[in-house]
Antibody, heavy 125, light 110 residues
Framework: QVYLVQSGAEVKEPGASVRVSCKASGYSFSNYGTTWVRQVPGQGLEWMGWIHPNNGNTDSAQSLQGRISMTADTSTGTAYMDLSSLGFEDTAVYYC??????????????????WGEGTAVTVSS | QSVVTQPPSASGTPGQRVTISCSGSNSNIGSQNVNWYQQLPGMAPKLLIHTNDQRASGVPDRFSGSKSGTSASLAISGLQSEDEADYYCATWDGSLGDPVFGGGTKLTVL
């Protein structure tokens, strides 16, 4: 079946960087984009960005530009999200999900149909 | 503060029909598709409805989505205890040039 497996929990100091990985199984990784979404404890979902492994195209939230980097390794079917200059406000659960925008019949579509289990990132001094 | 607004909470009794609203503007819901996600306690989100009214694979037909103008709704009929979860609408915002999530609605089954 189709699923995404994420890397384990991380604890980082302020100012450090974190890398979260997301390994895809059960589908052709290169044919689908990977989206990253995070959730601060007790709060809602925040879109972070997406990458399409087929061409390496990315887009990220303006609030994170300059700090986020997304890459994809098609040989292993794994997507990576790097976030730098961590602050306490970056403490959250980070999710990867299958999906990226596409246009059909002049309409834009974008939804995430398969989700990873989440990776908790704690920023603490 | 999201550009699309959901009520923070909703409730219903088993068997009832409940609706959750998602209100936006012409730059988002009024011109873009809407999707709905369910997040059970302690779990990852799950796609329920995509492209306004299309149920995702395996989603019971008790769940339905609709859109009119700058608002969208998720309806759950025959409410069950396992439907107790957070529900999020999501769409694209043309002004921001990014996708946006609603703030989420916590559904309680009484």
């Amino acid at each position: 079946q189709v699923y995404l497996v994420q890397s384990g929990a991380e604890v980082k100091e302020p100012g450090a960087s974190v890398r979260v990985s997301c390994k895809a199984s059960g589908y052709s990784f290169s044919n689908y984009g990977t989206t990253w979404v995070r959730q601060v404890p007790g709060q809602g979902l925040e879109w972070m960005g997406w990458i399409h492994p087929n061409n390496g195209n990315t887009d990220s939230a303006q609030s994170l530009q300059g700090r986020i980097s997304m890459t994809a390794d098609t040989s292993t079917g794994t997507a990576y999200m790097d976030l730098s200059s961590l602050g306490f406000e970056d403490t959250a659960v980070y999710y990867c999900a299958r999906g990226s925008p596409w246009v059909e019949s002049g309409n834009q579509h974008y939804y995430m149909d398969v989700w990873g289990e989440g990776t908790a990132v704690t920023v603490s001094s | 503060q999201s550009v699309v607004t959901q009520p923070p909470s909703a409730s219903g009794t088993p068997g009832q029909r409940v609706t959750i609203s998602c209100s936006g503007s012409n730059s988002n819901i009024g011109s873009q598709n809407v999707n709905w996600y369910q997040q059970l306690p302690g779990m990852a989100p799950k796609l329920l409805i995509h492209t306004n009214d299309q149920r995702a694979s395996g989603v019971p037909d008790r769940f339905s989505g609709s859109k009119s103008g700058t608002s969208a709704s998720l309806a759950i009929s025959g409410l069950q205890s396992e439907d107790e979860a957070d529900y999020y609408c999501a769409t694209w915002d043309g002004s921001l040039g990014d996708p946006v999530f609603g703030g989420g609605t916590k559904l309680t089954v009484l």
